[in-house]
Every structure is written in structure tokens, then in C-alpha cells.
């Protein structure tokens, strides 16, 4: 098995709630690490929001050409 290779960190100043991060801190939550998911998360879905409005054109006349035509291969498919 491979070893895991963690993604370089770098430290950065963010402006938080205070009561917010006053209750975090006092439950344990790690906050930069709670940060570090979400906004990983956050950009994934951009990324995906952005993909698919770069390629709507594509989309659209595919999917008009698997409506009018079947799907490509589809009298072999298994399933």
C-alpha cells in the first residue's frame, strides 16, 4: 500500500463569529480543520457548477441526440 501524502497546509488569518467560535472551541471542534473540509467541499461544487455551464451546449445536444436516437451501443448493454 502506498503511503498517504497530506496536502500542504499553509496558515491564514479568517475573521470568525466570536460566539460562534467560542462554542466550537469549548465542544472541541477542531476549526481549522472544520474550515479546511467545508471550504474544500465548496470549491469542488464550484468547480462542478462552473464545468457545467462551460459545457451546457454539449450537454443539451447530447442528451437531444440520445432522445431522438437511443444511446450509443445501447443493444448491448446488459443492464
Not at 472551541?25 to 479546511?36: E, F
Not at 451546449?57 to 437511443?70: H, R
Request: proline share 4%.
Amino acid at each position: 500500500m502506498l503511503p498517504t501524502v497530506a496536502p500542504a497546509k499553509k496558515a491564514t488569518n479568517i475573521t470568525l463569529s466570536t460566539d460562534v467560535l467560542t462554542e466550537a472551541k469549548a465542544l472541541g471542534i477542531n476549526i481549522s480543520q472544520v474550515c479546511d473540509q467545508f471550504l474544500r467541499e465548496l470549491v469542488r461544487g464550484e468547480r462542478e457548477r462552473r464545468w457545467k455551464q462551460e459545457h451546457a451546449d454539449f450537454i443539451a445536444a447530447y442528451n437531444q441526440t440520445v432522445e431522438a436516437e437511443g444511446l450509443p451501443l445501447e443493444q448491448w448493454r446488459a443492464f
